[in-house]
Each structure stands twice: as C-alpha cells, then as structure tokens.
C-alpha cells in the first residue's frame, strides 16, 4: 500500500454530482482503481457467494457504492483518501455473502464483515484502522436497526442502503425489487410455512409502507429525495411492479 494517497480529484467529484449513479460501473472501477482498491474489488467479483442471488447482489453493492461516493462529494468540502477508501470498502463489501433471506440480517452481517476481512487478509488494500472503520459503517447497516449511525461514513452508508428506488432503468428496477420479493418468500417458506407468501400486491403494498416511512440521517439524503421527489419515485416502483401504466 503507497504511503501518500490522491486527493478526491475535482473530476470525480463533479462525475459524482451530475452521473445517473446506478448504472455507471466504469465510474465506480476508475474510484477503486484511483484509491488503489482495485485488488479488493477483484477479490470481491470473484469470491462473493451472493454476487447472483435475487436482491442482495453485485447489481446492488454497486448501486450502494456509487450512491455513497455521491453522497461524500456532496457533503465533504475537503475529501480525505482514508475516507474514500473506507467508504469503498463498506459499500462493497456490506452485503457481501448475503443468505439471501435463509438467515437473520445479524448473521448476514457478520458475514459480511468476515469477508471483508478474508479481502483484506488476502490483498492486504486496507490499513487495521480502515478496515476497522468499514467494519463499523457495515455493522451500521443491520436491520432492523439496533443503533443509529455513529459517524457521517455510517451515515451515508446507511443512507445509500435505502436509495434503490432512484434506479432510472424500469427493468431494472422491476427485475431487482421481484428479486426482494424472492428472498423475503424464500425467508418466510423456511421460518413460516404454515402462512403464505405475499402476493405482489400485499408485497407492494408493505415495500411502499416500508419506504414512505423512512427517515434520512444526511442532509446529502433528504435534498436528493426532496429533489428526485421521493414520493413520486415511491409509486413508480408500484407501478413497475403491478404492471400498471
């Protein structure tokens, strides 16, 4: 690992206020590979179980990623590498080896952090303080939340976690949020058998309860959602999913 790290350059910060965020895998790899991660992102395209289950994916931990870098440009005057970094590695690695619904969010998140530090173990990209540090803002994540945020990086991790709904692309956004559905069946068919799954439209119903009662913990958050005008996005994702026009 170099001694000294770049700067945030001012070209990325300004890709990070004005990119339609969730599609933009190349702008996501050229951040890894400026703050010298790219080993650690390797390692996480090649290892990571749950790159392909329904919901909790690659597609997802990418959104996440691109989301936070968004939300640190817009709410850090003076960006610092180690936060870049740790930040990085948080959104990556926060989903990473989900059960997919077959265990609680606590297992899933110790699985997460496990590897991360199997990444870390293994590419040796983080510093014992940064890999400390995106443990934490991993752990912030657990839901049902336990805690709230205890520093801005958690803060806007956990922010990101919730911006799904902002995916511009509808097939995309139908495709991943029917991949929720799948995991939340999957989860009650091994925990409650005796009760059927939701339908689409109880599932629906509950997915825009659960999101028109959220609360952002950033400023970054609350003008995006003011902005992109949250509660339109809220029932467009129905629409998408109930094939309404």
Not at 35 to 46: D, G, K
Not at 99 to 112: K, M, T, W
């Amino acid at each position: 690992m170099p001694s000294a790290l770049p700067p945030l350059p001012n070209s990325i910060l300004s890709d990070f206020r004005t990119s339609s965020l969730q599609s933009n895998s190349a702008l996501l790899s050229s951040v890894f590979a400026t703050y010298n991660l790219t080993p650690l992102y390797s390692f996480f395209i090649q290892n990571n179980p749950s790159n392909t289950i329904p919901y909790h994916n690659h597609y997802h931990a990418r959104c996440i990623g691109l989301n936070s870098l968004e939300g640190y440009a817009h709410t850090t005057p003076q960006p610092q590498s180690s936060e870049i970094r740790i930040l990085l590695a948080a959104a990556l690695f926060h989903d990473y080896n989900h059960s997919g619904g077959q265990f609680p969010d606590s297992v899933n998140i110790h699985q997460a952090v496990a590897g991360l530090n199997e990444a870390n173990q293994a590419t040796s990209a983080l510093s014992t303080q940064e890999f400390n540090e995106a443990a934490a803002c991993i752990q912030s994540t657990q839901y049902p939340h336990i805690y709230k945020p205890q520093s801005f990086l958690q803060a806007i991790l956990c922010d990101a976690d919730y911006m799904q709904p902002f995916e511009e692309d509808l097939e995309s956004l139908r495709h991943q949020f029917l991949g929720l559905k799948q995991e939340l069946d999957y989860s009650k068919l091994l925990y409650s058998p005796e009760s059927p799954v939701l339908s689409i439209e109880e599932f629906v119903a509950k997915l825009c309860e659960f999101y028109r009662s959220h609360s952002w913990h950033t400023e970054w958050a609350q003008l995006k959602a003011h902005t992109l005008n949250w509660p339109q996005r809220i029932n467009r994702l129905a629409q998408v999913l109930t094939h309404q026009p």
